[in-house]
């Protein structure tokens, strides 16, 4: 066998996966790379973390496509590994393996309360609102809530107050689903805060992302002057959005507030359902470092979400140490490597994480010569005993298609759960 035949297995079909898949076919077109998820359809976090309403974004997908048409690419949709075939075996059946699984659990607060209803991490959150098929069922109420608190300094904290926020015109041209719209559209939002650990200094927020807060059709965004006060912010451009928000006049309904120096301490319920935060003040000391403060305040909140980060999940019997699986450089062991989020934990952007995979896949034509391995040949076997829940690129295509074709006239598309692909 010839290095033209490398057989190489991605589990994994989101943006890493394709990006490493797209480098190897580029650079050895012969080389046959199957890329494996457990659910039928392609793109992980662009379909289900990315946030509904920035469509733009998620265009990307139209570009990751090219991975899965050029040369001997194929995907199998529906295909859990560690329930339908063993990690063991596909190494056993291919050159080399790489985990593009992402990093889909959520980190916890590690506090009283947080298994309140009416409590959510970020990954369930989003997946909720984005049809995921693990969270499409949560049991969220939103008829009654008029405070949310949502706690981390990330985007994807600003992706769930904006969504919270946006008006049902707002939201027209996203792919954000009926039930959903009708939730968010029954909620009496009052006060919607983001409540970040550190100093505003210490915020991940993007500029763009922050900048889209002020302009929401009815929602005003405020963040205190006393915040402001002595942070050394670097980016000018962010500087300046925190400025506005600053001296902004508190108009608008809901009121997004973002808050600082406060670290949750305790979730408060009544009859298991959350009614409150209670939030310790934090101190920066003379080296630095921040400290609890004797203050403390309780925050009312009808629903909290917590967006403090993500980590990977075990895969079959591989298990990640501290939120992600060890390697060095992409490599895990002999043959087996790993990328984006499942290697390095929830770090960089989608664009940030392309010339890493593409590093990884340089690595594996630069160490892995093939073998006599039957590669393909053992997964088609696996998929025929699956045959029923097995996806394969043309098949997302039809799924693809008919989303868009059902969807209502101010939605891009409607995502249709696995239980009801197979009847397309």
């Known amino acids: 066998m010839t290095a033209a035949s490398l057989s190489v297995a991605i589990i994994g079909a989101g943006p890493a996966g394709a990006y490493v898949a797209e480098r190897l ?12 998820d457990r659910l039928p359809t392609p793109f992980g976090l662009i379909r289900y973390g990315v946030a509904p309403d920035h469509q733009g974004t998620k265009n990307i997908e139209r570009v990751l496509s090219r991975a899965f048409t050029k040369g001997d690419v194929q995907f199998w949709g529906g295909l859990k590994v560690g329930a339908d075939l063993s990690l063991a075996d596909i190494q056993a059946n291919y050159d080399a393996v790489v985990l593009a699984v992402g990093a889909p659990q959520d980190r916890r607060l590690g506090i009283a309360g947080e298994d309140l209803a009416g409590v959510y991490g970020s990954a369930a959150f989003v997946g909720w609102y984005n049809r995921h098929p693990d969270h499409f069922d949560l049991p969220v109420d939103l008829s009654a809530a008029g405070n949310a608190i949502i706690i981390g300094a990330g985007n994807v904290a600003l992706d ?4 919270l926020a946006k008006t049902p015109a707002e939201l027209s041209g ?29 915020a991940r927020f993007g500029v763009v992302e922050l900048d889209e807060m002020t302009r929401l059709a009815a929602a005003a965004a405020k963040v205190e002057a006393a915040d402001l006060e002595g942070a050394e912010i670097a980016d000018r451009a962010l500087a300046e959005v925190w400025a506005r928000m600053a001296t902004a006049a508190l108009t608008g309904r809901p009121v997004v507030r973002f808050q600082f120096c406060w670290r949750p301490e305790a979730i408060i319920g009544s009859a298991d359902r959350v009614t409150a935060v209670r939030f310790r003040r934090q101190q920066q000391g003379l080296d630095g470092a921040y400290f609890d403060a004797e203050e403390t305040v309780e925050q009312a909140a009808d629903l909290v979400v917590s967006c403090i980060g993500y980590a990977a999940e075990t895969c079959d019997q591989l298990h990640p140490a501290k939120g992600h699986f060890l390697n060095t450089d992409g490599r895990i062991s002999t043959a087996l490597y790993t990328v984006s989020w499942a290697a390095d934990g929830p770090t960089g952007t989608i664009a940030t994480n392309r010339p890493k995979s593409h590093a990884v896949a340089d690595r594996i034509l630069a160490e892995v010569t093939a073998g006599t391995r039957s590669g393909r040949a053992y997964l088609t076997k696996v998929a025929q005993q699956n045959r029923a829940s097995v996806t394969d690129f043309a098949g997302w295509q039809a799924i693809d298609a008919a989303e868009r074709a059902a969807a209502p006239a101010d939605r891009v598309r409607l995502k249709q759960l696995p239980n009801t692909i197979a009847s397309l």
Do not use: C, F, T, Y
Request: net charge positive; aromatic share 2%; hydrophobic share 40%.
């Open 25 to 36: 076919v580029r650079k050895n077109p012969a080389a046959q790379i199957d890329v494996i």
């Open 174 to 202: 996203s792919d954000v689903p009926p039930d959903v719209s009708r939730q968010l559209q029954s909620a009496p939002w009052e006060r919607i805060r983001v409540v970040g650990r550190r100093g505003i200094e210490m």
């Open 160 to 163: 769930v107050a904006r969504v």
